[in-house]
Structures are given as C-alpha cells and as structure tokens.
C-alpha cells in the first residue's frame, strides 16, 4: 500500500468513496416525493461512512480511531437495510443491489481488518 500520509491513501476510504457514488447515482432514480425516505437515508449513511473513516484517521488515539471505524461499518450496514427497503417497495429491482451489496461487503471486511489491526496497534494513525 505504501506510506498512509492521509486517510485518502486507504484503499478502504477509496472504496467508500466508490459506493458513495454508486449509492448516490442508484439514488437518483428515487421520486423527488421521497425527500425525506429512502434515498437521503442511504446518502447520509453511505457518507457516513467515508466521514468516519477520515476522522477516526485524524483522532489521536488508536481507541478513537477503532471506534470511528465501527461506527463506519455500523453505517455500512445501516446502508444495506435502506437499499433493501428501496427495493422492496420497488424504487429499484434486486439485481441492482448486487454490485453494491458486493462493495458494501468489501468496505465492510476491509473496515473490520483495518480496526483489528487499529486495536493491535499495527495500523496508520492521524496526526490527531
């Protein structure tokens, strides 16, 4: 991987980055009549994610930072719920959840490594 001078060098931050995209383009398709449902739901917790990555890289202890980055994978899956839901009252079919269900899978396990390695000491940290 190289050197980590920022959280924007972890390739899990750059996958978030990549399903917030993706979260955010499969969003669009949701009726403007949503405003307050499904798609500002899977937005704001798909950033939520990327948002607690990068501050559990800036905090100064390795217990922030292996709680910012629970946080992030509790949104991950806050994430998969509401996707779920949107498809379940038709904003979308199943088969369009696949490859996002695949990502979120991805961050999810890279989060989960990436803590046990925060926890072990063994991981980059922020400059706090």
Known sequence: MGTVRSYRDLTVWQRAMDLVEAVYRLTRRI????????????????????????????????????????????????????????ARVGYFGAKELVPLADLSDQVSRMLWALEKKVRAGGAPKGRG
């Open 31 to 86: 009726p403007a009549t949503e405003r307050f449902g499904v798609a500002p739901q899977a937005q704001r917790a798909a950033v939520s994610v990327v948002a607690n990555i990068a501050e559990g890289f800036g905090r100064g202890s390795s217990g922030d930072y292996a709680r910012a980055l629970r946080i992030a994978r509790a949104s991950v899956l806050e994430l998969e719920t509401v996707l779920m839901v949107g």
